[in-house]
């Protein structure tokens, strides 16, 4: 991609994003990623609704009046954004590849962490760390992560969630909140997700393509593995066939879940065909 067009396409990208977290994520990322730590900031009189538990039973004392203890959320945080990399993300087969919309998502969340003071940072990854962004504040650094993953080429093809899991683990020591973008079709991940989600706020969001769901009947088609670079003849004339690839996807896609579902992870699935705007807003309402 040339310098222009690709310096237009991250204004495009930059925009959009802009649009959507003033209009609609800001507040619901604040909601659903606020601060977990709480600093004490003073002390006030009572009001009707108040929780009992905030009672400084000291001054109260004192006053012979009740007040309250008040807390302030510790606002800031680090927003880590875990990119699979690999080379199923050029992947798609109605309106985008999955890495068009993991660079649209990872643009509007970096986007909401900046409005919200969050520090973003970025680790790419495929069967090892490919590149690390630390976190940072700030425009610029936004459109520097938008770029990189506009015009990066990964060296390896395959994809491995645990290099990037235990990377983080060691390389971020403050608690962060941490999406993870990847179609999760990975070696067994499940070890090093629970080691990082015991330190870590883990949000996994998997993309996909519908037509990965099911193989279509579209006879004998030589179809070719982006991870494995191999190519083989399926006869997907042969309902066996198609019923075989259903079945294994149907069971890695609920053995994820009953991952995510073992370890507390927050989850959803977007579509490369559909809007990812409706999932993430659920998302963020449902934490």
């Avoid at 660079?103 to 969050?118: G, H, K, P, Q, R």
């Avoid at 962004?133 to 395959?158: D, V």
């Amino acid at each position: 991609m040339e310098a222009s067009e690709l310096l237009k396409k991250v204004r495009k990208i930059e925009i959009k994003s802009k649009g959507l977290t003033r209009q609609i994520f800001a507040g619901e990322y604040h909601s659903a990623f606020k601060g977990k730590g709480m600093t004490f900031s003073e002390v006030r009189e009572y009001q009707y609704g108040d929780p009992v538990k905030d009672i400084d039973w000291h001054v109260t004392a004192r006053f012979n009046h009740p007040y309250v203890k008040v807390f302030e959320e510790e606002r800031e945080l680090t927003v880590m954004l875990l990119i699979d990399v690999s080379a199923s993300k050029s992947f798609g087969t109605v309106n985008n590849f999955k890495k068009d919309i993991i660079t649209e998502i990872a643009a509007v969340l970096s986007f909401s962490a900046i409005t919200n003071n969050d520090k973003i940072g970025v680790i790419l990854f495929s069967d090892k760390i490919e590149k690390f962004i630390p976190p940072k504040k700030g425009r610029k650094h936004i459109l520097r992560i938008i770029l990189e993953l506009l015009n990066f080429e990964p060296e390896n093809k395959g994809s491995d969630l645990k290099v990037a899991l235990k990377f983080f683990t060691n390389a971020i020591k403050k608690r962060s909140t941490a999406f993870i973008m990847s179609d999760f079709i990975v070696p067994d991940f499940t070890d090093a997700l629970k080691i990082a989600s015991n330190k870590h706020d883990i949000v996994a969001l998997r993309i996909y393509d519908k037509f990965e769901k099911e193989l279509p009947d579209i006879g004998l088609a030589y179809f070719n593995d982006l991870e494995s670079g191999k190519m083989k003849w399926i006869d997907t004339g042969k309902k066996a066939i198609r019923e075989q690839y259903r079945n294994w996807w149907n069971n890695h896609y609920q053995n994820t879940k009953t991952i995510f579902k073992k370890l507390k992870i927050d989850n959803t699935d977007i579509s490369t065909s559909d809007d990812y705007v409706r999932p993430l807003i659920a998302l963020f309402k449902n934490r």
